[in-house]
């Protein structure tokens, strides 16, 4: 399988592995699973600066151009250590029909299994957004205004003015 590191270096420099120690966690798990690891996106710690998302916008377009069916993260925590999210980002990267693999065995529940129920409650609101988008998609070509129904009646109020 054709896969894609991400590699995020956590915002505060004395938590989290540096980038060098996940991209080797990331190279291992290739090789002991026989997986062709195409690039590693990387967003690294720039002293002054905000720590950004360039890698994985990066990443996006790995995928975007079909040079990857999955994704490996040293462990969740570095998409995010937030748990929302990391959810978001495990959404966005489904919806885009790749796999999330982890290095770290304890995130397998969390990709394959059941997540608990706080990841559940986040992925259900998650799907009903999607649906919400989804709908209004379908329906935007559709001119906006009244139904051409018999049984709808509008009925527009002046608006009084404050004092008048």
Known sequence: ?????????????????????????????????????????????TPGYPLGRDGFRSLLGVIAAGGAEA????????????QIVQEIMLWDL?????????????????????PGPARTLIRDVLARVAEHAEALRLHASEPAGVPDDDGVVVHLDRAERPGA
């Open 94 to 114: 489904r919806s885009r029909r790749v796999r999330v693999l982890s290095t770290d065995q304890a995130d397998l529940p969390v990709l394959d299994g059941d």
């Open 1 to 45: 399988m054709r896969i894609v590191g991400y590699v995020r270096e956590s915002p505060d420099p004395t938590a989290g592995d540096p980038g060098f120690a996940q991209q080797e966690e990331i190279r291992r798990y290739a090789a002991r699973h026989g997986h062709a690891l195409v690039a590693v996106c990387q967003d690294a710690r």
């Open 71 to 82: 994704v490996v993260v040293a462990g969740l925590e570095a998409l995010s250590a937030d």
